[in-house]
T-cell receptor
């Protein structure tokens, strides 16, 4: 069966410090991978998605970046955190598909990781 | 205006009540998703549907493509159903509603 892991579960970082959140998936190959953020009192926002190694698409311009060095590993990073980066970060995977517009997998159900709660002070 | 609107934003029900959460969207979609977010933050995908109706246990999801509307029903609600329920649609990109916070009182 497939499982998705995220770490750390919680993180408190000072403004201006770097960030690295990791997500790994087990039990599947060549998944689509996604990073979401949920700010306090707001809905989910898609940040990045990836349909393959080193293939990253950004949905929202910001000071965050994502990388996919291996098929089942997705990393969210920042060189310098802002207060506004605080939130709940979720990684998700879906079965591979190139979707309606040839980019996002529009058709496949997504499975979410446990999330990382980030507080920037 | 959000592409996905949910109602109500908050809902309190007595155990055993029939619950309906509504979702309306304004964009063309290929699929609609209902997600459940537990108090700890973890999210579970409940349904993905593009037409008609799906049922899983006490949960039923319907969608009317022409009216751009979906409903999530919970029959015989239980305190463990207390969670935030999120509607999301996929077309050219993902759009998420802000969620409906459900509290079921014993």
């Amino acid at each position: 069966s497939q499982t998705i892991h995220q770490w750390p579960a919680t993180l408190v970082q000072p403004v201006g410090s770097p960030l690295s959140l990791e997500c790994t998936v087990e039990g599947t190959s060549n998944p689509n991978l996604y990073w979401y953020r949920q700010a306090a009192g707001r809905g989910l926002q898609l940040l990045f998605y990836s349909i393959g190694i080193d293939q990253i698409s950004s949905e929202v311009p910001q000071n965050l970046s994502a990388s996919r060095p291996q098929d089942r590993q997705f990393i969210l990073s920042s060189k310098k955190l802002l207060l506004s980066d605080s939130g709940f970060y979720l990684c998700a995977w879906s079965v591979w598909g190139d979707g309606l517009a040839g980019n996002i997998s529009s058709y496949n159900e997504q499975f979410f990781g446990p999330g990382t709660r980030l507080t920037v002070l | 205006k959000n592409e996905v609107e949910q109602s109500p934003q908050n809902l309190t029900a007595q155990e055993g009540e029939f619950i309906t959460i509504n979702c309306s969207y304004s964009v063309g979609i290929s699929a609609l998703h209902w997600l459940q977010q537990h108090p700890g933050g973890g999210i579970v995908s409940l349904f993905m549907l593009s037409s008609g109706k799906k049922k899983h246990g006490r949960l039923i999801a319907t969608i009317n493509i022409q009216e751009k509307h979906s409903s999530l029903h919970i029959t015989a609600s239980h305190p463990r159903d207390s969670a935030v329920y999120i509607c999301a649609v996929t077309g050219n990109q993902f759009y998420f509603g802000t969620g409906t916070s459900l509290t079921v009182i014993p």
